[in-house]
T-cell receptor, first 111, second 114 residues
Framework: KAGVTQTPRYLIKTRGQQVTLSCSPI?????VSWYQQTPGQGLQFLFEYFSETQRNKGNFPGRFSGRQFSNSRSEMNVSTLELGDSALYLC??????????FGPGTRLTVL | KNEVEQSPQNLTAQEGEFITINCSYSVGISALHWLQQHPGGGIVSLFMLSSGKKKHGRLIATINIQEKHSSLHITASHPRDSAVYICACARRFDYGGSQGNLIFGKGTKLSVKP
């Protein structure tokens, strides 16, 4: 079975721009979660989707949004990028309830 | 105070040593995960525990729900075990699912010297 894939792997943007990151879960997994990892804050939960519905949301501003499609693929969007949004963005999928499988991440740099 | 605390923050061991990493949490959880992150960012889920003990190869994870404490043990440590080990708690929700909303410890950086 193919693992969780994330695209793109690396991204450089400038302040004020917006960005869309994509995550394809393991086939059959309907739950997709997104996390942000920074050196200062560590890993933080962004949102969780299950069957196209956002089930949970972490404590992030409204500039961070996401969605899930009928094939369970998920996207997250960050609008009006700030320097502090530079981070590794990780996506994880799971068969509920089961171990989460993490993707390789997208490293976003905001200049 | 963080809801998930790990200790130690950094750990250096000689190859072959027995290693223990601890995790304490203060929230209601339905499960606890141990994750491994190698340099370069890749994260691997090692264990998901809701009670008792699990073993996989040289790795053993235990959890005490009453004491809100979990430990990850590595027997006969090897330089390839060098990584950051992260404890993550799945917060309990009424709907019964909780896999997504993980709260993380700060991680333990393990370095195993040959």
């Amino acid at each position: 079975k193919a693992g969780v894939t994330q695209t793109p792997r690396y991204l450089i943007k400038t302040r004020g721009q917006q960005v869309t990151l994509s995550c394809s879960p393991i086939s059959g997994h309907r739950s997709v979660s997104w996390y942000q990892q920074t050196p200062g804050q560590g890993l933080q939960f962004l949102f969780e989707y299950f069957s196209e519905t956002q089930r949970n949301k972490g404590n992030f501003p409204g500039r961070f949004s996401g969605r899930q499609f009928s094939n369970s693929r998920s996207e997250m969007n960050v609008s009006t990028l700030e320097l502090g949004d530079s981070a590794l963005y990780l996506c994880a999928s799971s068969l509920v309830p089961d171990t989460q499988y993490f993707g390789p991440g997208t490293r976003l740099t905001v200049l | 105070k963080n809801e998930v605390e790990q200790s130690p923050q950094n750990l250096t061991a000689q190859e072959g040593e027995f290693i223990t990493i601890n995790c304490s949490y203060s929230v209601g959880i339905s499960a606890l995960h141990w994750l491994q992150q190698h340099p370069g960012g890749g994260i691997v889920s090692l264990f998901m525990l809701s009670s008792g003990k699990k073993k996989h190869g040289r790795l053993i994870a235990t959890i005490n729900i009453q004491e809100k404490h979990s430990s990850l043990h590595i027997t006969a440590s090897h330089p390839r075990d060098s990584a950051v080990y992260i404890c993550a708690c799945a917060r309990r929700f009424d709907y019964g699912g909780s896999q997504g909303n993980l709260i993380f410890g700060k991680g333990t950086k393990l370095s195993v010297k040959p």
